[in-house]
């Protein structure tokens, strides 16, 4: 009888252990709700702030990217003074 009282109570009490005697498993989740909302909110977040840094860092790459072609497309002084040199004796 004492056995079957301590059963009993157990029935109340959910348990993840597989080795507990009324464990059965289970398709339902038992996190609450709000817990896997929040979770989900948590990784949204995570992922947003990850595609903002990602938009960030190509946008620098970008940036020095023009930067270099600008300063690639400005002759040197010696090519200009050899422009200007060539055009002198053109004239």
């Known amino acids: 009888m004492v056995l ?7 029935l109340d009490a959910e348990s993840a252990d ?8 289970s398709v ?3 996190t609450p709700a709000t817990k896997r ?3 989900k909110d948590m ?13 960030r860092v190509e946008k620098q ?3 020095v990217t023009d930067v270099i072609l600008e300063l690639s ?9 050899q422009y200007d040199t060539d055009n002198a004796r053109t004239s």
């Open 43 to 55: 990784v949204k977040g995570y992922e947003r702030h990850n595609r903002m840094k990602n938009m």
């Open 4 to 10: 079957m009282v301590i059963h009993w109570e157990s």
């Open 73 to 81: 497309s400005v002759p040197d002084a010696e090519d200009e003074q």
């Open 18 to 25: 597989p080795l507990f005697p009324d464990w059965i498993p």
């Open 28 to 30: 339902f989740s038992r």
């Open 37 to 39: 909302k929040r979770e």
């Open 61 to 63: 790459k970008q940036d």
